[in-house]
């Protein structure tokens, strides 16, 4: 079944994130298909996940460009041959310049390991636990031009137990990271999602149906 929103996801490393979003479209938890997963990294797992469930696949390797920019211009332009109308960062250790940002304006979402903007960048499961917060968690957000400052869609907590190391919070985390991006990319699919400044609002999902009073509710 073809389906209207055309995602195109974007993954360095070993896809988890990339799988449960594929999962969620196959199970119609999300209105939307994966139309490519493209990866800068020869080899990452994300794109053994991607050719198991038969999704087109790029691998646009950064050495090979002499600047950020063109190698985004080699990225929007895979994006575009294959009619994208969502990125997903899900893991992609790449920082995006407005040569992507301008192709997709507020059309492009990344998923992080904390609850932002606390540790925004790299090793923040790490971080989170030498700080000694008692609460971490991921975000969803669009992507803008700092680092992982834009605005946020969706937040979930965990708690950050006394034994804990990064292994053991990340895993805690990145549960959770599988259940609130297919979250997110649904809103957005729904067309829910409403940006105004650093805020983003979700406006009330339509009815299920008109024509019955269904007990227990449905959502
Ligand atoms: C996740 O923790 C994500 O939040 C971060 O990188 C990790 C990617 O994991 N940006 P995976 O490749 O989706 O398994």
Redesign the pocket.
């Known amino acids: 079944m073809s389906k209207n929103l055309r995602l195109g996801i974007l ?1 360095s ?6 799988q449960s979003i594929i999962d969620a479209c196959r199970q119609n938890r999300i209105d939307a298909e994966v139309a490519v997963v493209i990866t800068n990294k020869p080899g990452a797992g ?1 794109l053994n996940r991607a050719e198991k469930a038969d999704i087109a696949t790029r691998c646009i390797d950064h050495r090979q460009f002499d600047s950020r920019e063109s190698f985004d211009a080699a990225v929007v332009e895979a994006l575009r041959e294959a009619r994208v109308d969502l990125v997903c960062l ?2 992609f250790m790449r920082l995006i310049t407005s040569t992507m940002l301008d192709a997709f304006p507020m059309r492009i979402m990344n ?3 904390s609850l932002l903007p606390a540790f925004p960048g790299l090793n923040v499961q790490r971080q989170a636990v030498e700080y000694g917060v008692r609460f971490s968690g ?1 975000t969803v957000h669009f992507v803008d031009s700092g680092t992982d400052t834009g605005p946020i869609i969706i937040q979930a907590a965990v708690p950050v137990l006394d034994d804990d190391d990064e292994h053991t919070l ?1 895993a805690r ?2 549960k959770e ?1 599988h259940r609130i991006y297919p979250r997110a990319i649904q809103l957005f699919a729904e067309g829910r999602l409403r940006i105004e400044g650093r805020r983003v609002t979700i406006a009330p999902g339509l009815p299920l149906d008109d024509s019955a009073l269904i007990n227990p509710p449905l959502q």
Not at 13 to 18: A, E, F, K, R, V
């Open positions: 993954a490393g070993s896809g988890t994130n990339l994300a899900a893991g998923i992080h390991p991921c990340s985390i990145l990271e």
